[in-house]
């Protein structure tokens, strides 16, 4: 796997570590490389002796899939700098392939991708795209906070259940590891601690045109606001959504939708009670539940992932398993 | 003062203690009464030599002035118990009189209100109601998520600079202080820390007919969902305000009204950066900014205040000197 | 297993509905009976169809051993009320019979704990007592914070590594769910969250005389300062020891002493770096390390657990794999 | 003032910007000059129109007194740069003249003072040293951990209240600010929240030889280990002093120590209970108590301040305090 030591790096080899059908054969790390995985992260359990290597040898060694955790615009570097890679099974956690638009990619992260490397990517939102990604060999994995709106969101406008009457107003609250493990002022613990805070309101973040091309055959338009938590792992989402009016029985309607949407999904589980952070944070679980009020005409949707986990490494894994057939739920079990 | 033993009654105490006109005659507390205030609160530096009393002694002794920082509903008891307080400038911190409609209260609180004692308060939220409460004697100190999105819609709805296109949705977050100090389980530090959840979401939470009846001459209808945060002190509010379209100048006719109604606020702060909390928690102040979006015709505003300060103890002491006629920070320009 | 509902309680049901070789018969919770796991504890995996029962149902139910998570006195009264579990396996994580001395443990707890019972239970300190733990079929599991500290000192002290000048310090620092799930003052996040301090100072805490009476083939005495540190999980704990003078090599004297007697321990972990609390959190692992300074004649050990793991659940189903001669990590190798 | 941008500076500058005595001429920042004070700290109350100057610019500015909080070795190349400053008071919150001797400075710091410069200085420990401090122009304010530790022990140790019969181990906890404001990882949120661990533990630490040379007229050896605190501010200190044997009475006679030693500090309050750090975060006092236990002939000595204040920028503002003769506690007796 490529880019070891960032923090969805670090948690993708610790899923791995306890993956019984996956041996990790190399692990990259451009400041590391040359130590030993325990030295650099005492917790990595059997991993622990695999020596770190520089990333420019890995796309040389023969592996049957490869995980790349690089930053935006490194993962096209790197696949165009190896091309015989183009036969392997990638999971690419960057957003470097997650638009089927390259031209909105362009727009939004300022990078070019190759459109025909671009064109074998299957956008990786596991329990929506299954079929797909089976099919495909090269999969993007979707951001953290997509991962928490496109999941309760997709099957109720798929199955048109909504009847909008404006714009859906998304706010979501996330853990300071969702920052990135850079250090930075931003990220000091004195910042965060006690603190809260919107950033990048509205149209500002890039992960709303991700949301908006994946809900694009359903005609809505989404503000997005994200905030951050002083802690350091989970999404939640609030997802505010206007009807002309709330007809009898929608409520029983979404969850029906939802149950039958997900049904035989280890992972997704829409619920009845208010969800918290702490009943999926460790975990590859997405949870999420709907309230209605009728005097407003509003559908509200709280949400909420672990978005190292389901909002990235576990994802990640998932993806793996059914790029290669194996039961979904195959080393993700657990706690990570 | 009555009721020391809250959180609340706490920070009041910590600001009156430094306040250059007041002198605390009594503080009182059902649980501690006997205790010096020392033994019970190591932190509250000059008053520590005052001794806590029984609540039931408090009405009888002759004061200029008095705080009720009790529970819902013990205020109005406290207040039939001792009929000659109604000449005493009186600020209550409970809800038992912040409605004007008493109906409206026995609906929300399940409590009857007089109706005559309760033509007698005045909504306190300071910077708004300035006039009516100085010529008052007695205020209701407004709740604490109400205070943080009052004071920046109001100007904007009573100004008709906003054309509304459907229900105003605000999600808020507070720190753990404002579930109260009486120990209970969601309250442990362990169901808090590294958590985060809704509560009481859409219509549920009391203070959104409070904030309705506030607002009711503009006919907007809120949503409001409310989320604990793992800090202690601290409220943030998003609003979402969706409007039929958006005109040229929006932002900044929105800031020249904020800027214009609260010149001359020393604890008011309209800002153009997106404020955090730790830029208000500890102080008195309020702050608050716009956000545009045009695609989506929506208006968001973000909003900040010390949920104890300046959405309680801090505000009540501001209704103080105002109904004393004194500067309007006097004793409130420190950190508490 | 019997008392569900504490921070112990739940962390072993965790655990357990992981255990390859164990399936839960029933769990009981006071409070909680008749209300499904699913519903109390949203993140308890497989477990969640499981229905509390009252824990006055738990002595007649036939079951292969019994875990009792009762408070202190509560177990001595449920093995009096069902004398026929005297041939069941019990791992007992309460005080109540952890004490070799029961005039010790009246003077330290105040309650009686019948000789004839009490020695039938063996103190289950895994590693070090694992050979009498196998023979034993009841389990006294150890306090959290002695098992921080009698890991590291227990084989130095055996064997005679360290020749003592004065009183052995330790100094404690455990996280809130250590004082347990009882909401009260102390464990509210207002108290804890950015606070630090100590309790129960040098000889106050009842887990000394736990520590004094294991140790006392060894002529040790023992200073221990416990604190409550601002996170959830976790035990760190200093230890200095005064020596007459440090004889040359003695660092490595004491870290071949530990390789050696934990030899095969697939949890204990003598290391060499300065181990911290986010190593061991999640895991039933103990780490540990040596610092000595010959310019004051100290050595001082560092250890860290995982309260309610090693320090607690953990360790009980540890001793449940020896009592079963299963190996011993069976079902702990995860987090938790 | 030089240096406004660490944690010390922002809070130095808090603090000044409330005392009544004190204009602030000017703020240095080499990173952020040209920008306005309010820009880069919201919260910097009346001081907010100051705009920020490079530092090359302080020296050569007409003042009354100087504040340098700088990092070690630049407040030596500073005032060797404007010779001139030497008959202005200078407050230096760097440790670059706290040794006596510039042969330990230079050992422990790989610094060279100039000895004539360092023999103008005297130790900023105010309540212990406040004669010399206030006869004299330079002075070097002590280290946090110092400040916490030397308080309570300077005088017994002078007193000669206690026969030692071995090392005084410390262990010492901090919060994150202690760790200053550069980022890095070690200060990241994930790295600290949940987390607590030792760093150069025993000698290591560099505040331990300023430690030892102030104690030095006493003949103590000392062991100190520090560790680092889920918190932001605040530092907490247990001090461990093994006695040959404990006289009767010895408890009393240290609190008796104790009050007559600093009878009339405002800031300086030994205590009966056990303090914790709520009690002294945000404001300039250090409290301290102590427990006997005559079992192992041990007196424990728990201390609390807060490390940017009373170790720091508080205790900086004591120090002009008394050189300009100002009552100790002008400015100070707020919370910051």
């Known amino acids: 796997m490529v880019g070891a030591t960032g923090y969805t790096g670090r948690k993708l080899l610790r899923i791995l570590a306890g993956h019984p059908r996956v041996r990790v054969a190399f692990a990259t790390s451009a400041r590391e490389s040359g130590r030993r995985l325990l030295d650099v992260y005492p917790e990595c359990g059997c991993l622990r002796e695999l020596t770190l290597i520089s990333p420019d040898r890995a796309g040389t060694l023969a592996v049957d899939a490869i995980f790349l955790a690089l930053g935006h615009g490194e993962a096209i570097q790197f ?6 890679l183009s036969s392997t099974r990638v999971v690419d956690l960057s957003a470097d392939f997650r638009f089927r ?4 990619f362009r727009k939004t992260y300022g990078l070019a991708a190759p459109a025909a490397l671009n064109r074998k990517f299957v956008y990786g939102l596991t329990e929506v795209f299954r079929e797909k990604i089976h099919r495909a060999r090269h999969v993007a994995n979707p951001g953290c906070y997509p991962t928490s709106v496109l999941l309760p969101l997709y099957p109720l406008l798929a199955g048109k259940i909504l009847r909008l009457a404006g714009p859906i107003s998304v ?15 931003e990220t000091r613990f004195c910042d965060i601690d006690g603190n809260f805070g919107a950033y990048k309101p509205l149209r500002e973040h890039r992960h709303l ?12 338009r989404l503000n997005f606001t994200p905030h951050l938590l002083p802690i350091r792992d989970g999404i939640f989402s609030d997802i505010h959504i206007p009807l002309a009016r709330v007809p009898a029985g929608l409520e029983k309607r979404i969850q029906d939708t939802w149950r039958s949407f997900y049904r035989d999904c280890p992972f997704v589980k829409p619920v009845a009670h208010l969800p918290r952070l702490s009943e999926v944070v460790g975990t590859n679980l997405a949870k999420f539940t709907v309230r209605i009020e009728a005097r407003t005409n509003t559908v509200l949707i709280l949400s909420v992932i672990d978005n190292l986990i389901k909002g990235a490494a576990g994802q990640a894994v998932q993806n793996l398993n059914v790029l290669f057939g194996w039961p979904e739920e195959t080393g993700l079990a657990g706690r990570f």
């Open 79 to 84: 696949l165009k700098t190896y091309p015989r």
């Open 101 to 104: 638009s390259t031209a909105l």
């Open 171 to 185: 706010t979501s609250a996330s853990g300071a590891s969702g920052a990135g493990a850079t250090p930075k002022p």
């Open 209 to 220: 045109p991700e949301m908006e091309e994946v809900l694009s055959p359903f005609k809505s």
